[in-house]
């Protein structure tokens, strides 16, 4: 009877504990938005000083510059990572390959790309496109071509990844309906970006790799996609897909036409991806890591 007792004891023990641990990984939409705000002000202490060391050694003039901002923008997204690990975790689960991503890997991309087309082909129709495309690309004329590559199509995409979707929507899946999770991680992702076109890009964006993120809980899809779509525009440029089509399509009728083509596409790699992973993969709130 005893033992029995003492089995109950130590089970409900157990299940507080357990409980208390989803608790503390939870995190509130001000929580997000936190994580989100400590990440540029890491990125500022990382650039800033860089850029006012590169002046003092005499390394103003636009040869030099453009490298020195190069190296401090590939260094601030693993500087912003680091400090929100140190205070956040990921859960192992983030880290998990799984056969079955082989054949997702191709599905998500089509995802990814048809949202991302349609999406860039709407906002080529917002009154000013052309200034905010320029005011875009304004952004990164000062800094080194190949590092601009490696910061923003490598370093940056795994990064963002491990912030955006490892932390933020972790932590707001443990907190939201996963609609509502996605939504919110979303937003922050998309806001942080602070360029109009890039903002409302970054959102669609968000929605895909946080849903992606949501059934498989891991960061390996998401990162590899993201990597591929930024590689791509910095590579082709943010609009040039958009021109291509355009002219290849000739008619402007047929060229807003493919948006709903682009979408339908999406959405059939969607379907074709929860036919093929089946419901959102469940994890153990215990299994977790401190990186």
């Given at each position: 009877m005893q033992d029995q007792i003492t089995e109950k004891n130590r089970s409900t023990e157990d299940q507080n504990n357990a409980a208390a641990f989803v608790q503390q990984q939870q995190l509130t939409l001000w929580g997000g938005i936190k994580v989100?705000?400590?990440?540029?002000l890491a990125q500022m202490l990382v650039t800033i000083p860089a850029v006012i060391i590169s002046m003092a050694l005499g390394l103003g003039d636009i040869?030099?510059?453009?490298?020195?901002?190069?190296?401090?923008?590939a260094l601030s997204f693993p500087a912003a990572a680091w400090i929100i690990l140190r205070f956040h975790n990921l859960e192992k689960s983030a880290w998990d390959w799984i056969g079955s991503y082989i054949v997702l890997l191709p599905i998500s991309i089509i995802m990814l790309y048809g949202m991302s087309y349609a999406v860039g082909g709407i906002l080529s129709y917002l009154p000013g496109?052309?200034?905010?495309?320029?005011?875009?690309?304004?952004?990164?004329?000062?800094?080194?071509?190949?590092?601009?590559?490696?910061?923003?199509?490598?370093?940056?995409?795994?990064?963002?990844?491990?912030?955006?979707r490892g932390v933020i929507?972790?932590?707001?899946?443990?907190?939201?309906?996963?609609?509502?999770?996605?939504?919110?991680s979303s937003l922050i992702f998309g806001v942080i970006h602070f360029m109009p076109l890039q903002v409302i890009s970054a959102f669609f964006a968000g929605l895909v790799l946080g849903y992606i993120y949501y059934k498989t809980r891991s960061l390996w899809l998401p990162i590899i996609i993201h990597v591929i779509n930024n590689?791509?525009?910095?590579t082709l440029g943010l609009d040039a897909e958009q021109d291509a089509s355009q002219s290849l399509l000739g008619s402007e009728a047929l060229y807003i036409a493919s948006f709903a083509g682009a979408l339908l596409i999406s959405w059939l790699a969607y379907m074709a991806f929860e036919y093929l992973h089946g419901s959102a993969r469940q994890v153990d709130t215990e299994n977790h890591s401190i990186v």
């Open positions: 989100a705000l400590i990440v540029l040869n030099n510059m453009d490298v020195a901002m190069g190296i401090a923008l496109y052309d200034s905010m495309l320029e005011s875009y690309g304004a952004m990164f004329e000062n800094i080194n071509p190949t590092l601009l590559l490696i910061a923003g199509g490598f370093i940056g995409p795994v990064c963002e990844e491990v912030i955006f929507l972790k932590g707001f899946l443990k907190t939201f309906h996963p609609a509502k999770a996605i939504i919110f590689v791509i525009a910095f």
